[in-house]
């Protein structure tokens, strides 16, 4: 490998950290939490300063599902303990806020200006709140009003952004992603996840070739780094060049051979251009090689399924749900694979678990798929 395309891992592992911890948005590939797989406020263990990151990630996902109370309980805690910690005053605020507390409320938001008059959390956790309440206006007024006074607007940008893009308004969320993108000495994670975004919205509305030239932007600033190759390869597949997806893949695993989604979607690709023999060799060496990985799971039960060794293909399948309890696909395809075994009654179950977890605001197409195999469940 050339000098000039040898990554630094202590980079690349520090923004492999940072993906995981945009707080205060919805990250895209994140998969919800439910409220009752949450620790109870009383069960939490608050130590040191330490504790305090895990604590305030909990108290955010309790605001997220309108857990008011709880949210409270939490950030008071936190108080106790450093009782200038911006974050847990902002989500105490919002809680306080959305229970009708004005008083207390004002007085909390006060508070936070004093301490940190540039900081964004206030208007991130109120947003936050509207959010569960499904205030979409309510939403974009907290990013907006934050915008105008905060001098670091990254965070908020993403933020309103990421409402855009749940809302469907796909170019108004494009444009609150350029601008985050347009921001000087930019941290990479926010890099990072703009890019994605973008690329995803590029996908969905077919503009392939932009998503190329943006994917390996990216592929070439961060070269380990999987998520780049994913689109890359999305885009060349969408585009019917299937080579340049596999050329992509491949690349992948000889820069970052620890990364399953490579062998996952070549696997994928051999598939469904019908070799077989490839598609089985990546998908075995994905599971070998990942034994953790559910997808891994998932995509060597979808090929064992395609050629029909549907014993074989069920076994992977029950090991995926099992391993991503949260994943309405691994279900869907375990109701499939019972369909072919005749079981329908296990089917209709698993296609019914799939369609509850995709909720009310899932994708569209794919519940209407779910609903037409349970009604063959009869």
């Not at 399924?305 to 293909?313: F, L, Q």
């Not at 089917?347 to 977890?357: G, R, V």
Request: aromatic letters at 8%.
């Amino acid at each position: 490998m050339k000098q000039h395309l040898r990554p630094n891992f202590l980079v690349i592992t520090l923004v492999l950290a940072c993906l995981s911890v945009l707080t205060y948005s919805t990250t895209l590939l994140a998969i919800p939490i439910a409220a009752g797989d949450l620790p109870k406020p009383g069960d939490m263990i608050l130590i040191s300063d330490k504790d305090i990151p895990l604590h305030i990630n909990i108290a955010g996902k309790y605001l997220e599902k309108g857990k008011f109370n709880e949210v409270i309980a939490i950030c008071e805690r936190i108080l106790q303990m450093k009782d200038n910690h911006i974050e847990a005053l902002a989500h105490m605020a919002a809680a306080q806020n959305s229970l009708g507390e004005k008083e207390i409320f004002e007085k909390t938001s006060k508070r936070i200006h004093q301490i940190d008059p540039d900081s964004p959390a206030l208007y991130l956790s109120m947003a936050v709140a509207c959010r569960y309440d499904k205030d979409f206006e309510c939403a974009e007024l907290s990013y907006e009003k934050g915008l105008k006074v905060i001098p670091k607007k990254e965070k908020l940008l993403m933020g309103l952004a990421n409402l855009y893009l749940e809302n469907g308004q796909l170019d108004k969320a494009s444009d609150q992603f350029e601008r985050v993108l347009r921001i000087k000495g930019l941290p990479p994670k926010y890099f990072l996840n703009a890019n994605f975004a973008l690329c995803k919205i590029g996908l969905d509305q077919q503009n392939y070739s932009d998503v190329i030239t943006r994917a390996k932007l990216v592929t070439d600033l961060y070269p380990v780094i999987p998520q780049g190759y994913q689109f890359l390869g999305s885009a060349y597949k969408a585009k019917g060049e299937i080579n340049q997806a596999i050329k992509t893949y491949e690349k992948l695993i000889n820069i970052n051979s620890n990364s399953p989604a490579s062998f996952q979607e070549l696997a994928l690709i051999y598939n469904d251009i019908k070799n077989q023999g490839k598609a089985l060799q990546y998908a075995e060496e994905g599971v070998k090689k990942f034994p953790e990985d559910a997808k891994s799971k998932d995509v060597l039960g979808w090929v064992y399924y395609t050629e029909e060794k549907y014993p074989e293909a069920l076994k992977q399948f029950q090991v995926a749900v099992r391993m991503g309890q949260n994943n309405p696909h691994y279900l869907y395809h375990l109701g499939l694979v019972y369909m072919k075994l005749e079981k329908k009654s296990k089917a209709k179950e698993a296609f019914i678990q799939a369609l509850n977890m995709l909720g009310p605001n899932g994708p569209k197409k794919f519940a209407n798929e779910i609903e037409d195999k349970i009604a063959l469940c009869k």
